[in-house]
């Protein structure tokens, strides 16, 4: 397979503050003055030029969410995947991750998708009004799984989770983690940190115990609070949608309280 390399480092961009010496990058590392950048876009097989995710996957092969299909890249081409009646749930993708079985699950606007590689099927699953066990939101901001392979779900409403072994998802209804959650990424043990409306939300995925620590943010004119999540040694770094960059000194907990079920 062709390196991703010249692709990756196009579509990720860092930014490092002399002020933090836990990100600093070694000079190594660091990115050369002559390293050559190609743009990939529409004419290059793109379903769209707008990308909202990536994931690369087990074996390489990278996966790209735009808003008008799903690409998957194996370094030399694109190969375009669009919503239809055996096919993905939308073209408006927001979320890519992967499960222990190698099954991709994408989070579009119009329901959550699992696409299995061995068989090249797709299977979707969408809010049902008579079952409660169903998808509770059809619109999927952000997507995990965790260490017991279960899939976090974070929607405009809440969050979800998909259970493996009973195949069947439960929402949780519990105040913050019934407000919109923009992002998730793991933590450190069986922790996960989700970046609701109102702030960060520290989850202990087999408990249910989690704490909130509340912060008021500025959005941007769609209202979106946060967009991205990193944590670098006990440090939380929160890339909110018009408020700048935030490193909490002190994370202050209001609560720490089991999680309520649907």
């Known amino acids: 397979m062709k390196s991703l390399l010249p692709l990756l480092a196009f579509i990720i961009g860092i930014t490092v503050s002399t002020a933090q010496p836990r990100l600093s990058i070694s000079p190594e590392k660091a990115l050369q003055e002559d390293l050559m950048f190609k743009r990939y876009g ?3 097989g793109l379903p ?3 990308v909202r995710s990536f994931f690369q996957d087990r074996k390489g092969f990278l996966w790209i969410g735009t808003m008008n299909g799903l690409a998957q890249y194996d370094g030399y081409r694109f190969r375009k995947f669009y ?3 055996d096919a993905i749930a939308g073209n408006w993708i927001y979320d890519i991750c992967e499960d222990s079985q ?4 994408i989070g579009t606007r119009e329901g959550l998708s699992r696409f299995d590689p061995r068989t090249e099927t797709f299977q979707n699953f969408r809010n049902d009004p008579k079952d409660s066990t169903s998808l ?3 619109q999927i901001n952000a997507l995990l799984v965790d260490s017991q392979d279960r899939v976090w779900i974070g ?7 998909w259970n493996p072994k009973t195949q069947q998802f439960r929402t949780l209804r519990t105040e913050p983690l019934n407000r919109p959650i923009r992002k998730m990424i793991r933590s450190q043990g069986d922790y996960l940190w989700m970046a609701t409306a109102e702030g960060p939300v520290r989850y202990h995925a087999s408990s249910g115990m989690y ?3 509340p912060l008021n943010v500025k959005p941007n004119a769609y209202g979106d609070h946060y967009w991205s999540l990193l944590e670098d040694q006990r440090h ?3 890339a909110t949608g018009g408020d700048g960059l935030w490193r909490p000194l002190r994370l202050v907990e209001t609560c720490r309280i089991p999680a309520g079920n649907s």
Request: hydrophobic share 30%; aromatic share 18%.
């Open 42 to 44: 529409s004419t290059d």
């Open 48 to 50: 769209d030029n707008r």
């Open 83 to 85: 919503k239809n009646k």
């Open 102 to 105: 190698g099954r991709l699950w």
């Open 136 to 138: 509770f939101c059809n």
């Open 155 to 161: 929607t405009p409403q809440g969050l979800a989770v």
């Open 211 to 213: 704490t909130f620590y």
């Open 236 to 238: 939380l770094y929160l």
